[in-house]
């Protein structure tokens, strides 16, 4: 595989919201949960885990939305969900608004895999040979509200 792009960098649909993060993401996976489909609307979200203070947005400003358990950031503009924040010092990134997803693939090496599988959508497989969680787990603990709403 070739060299990741390190700073990783990504955005929304239309351009107006650009970001950069400093750091490789220190975990990943998808959420089957109710909030994350409707939040994301698709059958789940893929999203990469990352330390706070190594996102920067590098253009434009996101607009929050308060769910019960986190907060979604997304563009105010084209609407796309960038990010998803359960506490103050780690920030989800959705995989599909890094310039290179690709440098990130979800292996059985260290991702978390799939959360809340009891509520992914009836008919759809999982394949791909990922762990698949029932219920909360430490990357989606329903305890763990955000606290920051700046």
């Keep these: 595989m070739p060299e990741k792009h390190i700073p990783i960098t990504g955005g929304c649909l239309c351009g107006e919201v650009r970001y950069e993060i400093t750091e490789s993401p220190i975990d990943g996976g998808c959420c089957h949960c109710d909030q994350c489909k409707r939040a994301w609307g698709g059958f789940f979200s893929a999203m990469l885990k990352f330390n706070k203070p190594a996102f920067k947005l590098s253009n434009g400003e996101l607009k929050y939305y308060y769910l019960s ?37 979800f292996d059985t090496k260290g991702w978390y895999g799939h959360d809340r ?11 791909d040979g990922l762990i698949q969680n029932q219920g909360s787990t430490e990357n989606h603990d329903d305890s763990k509200m955000c606290k920051d709403k700046d």
């Design 117 to 127: 599988v009891e509520e992914k959508v009836s008919w759809y497989e999982i394949r």
């Design 69 to 105: 358990l986190a907060r979604r950031g997304f563009c105010n503009n084209c609407g796309a969900g960038i990010v998803f924040m359960f506490d103050e010092d780690k920030i989800w990134v959705a995989l599909g608004t890094l310039d290179h997803p690709g440098d990130w693939p």
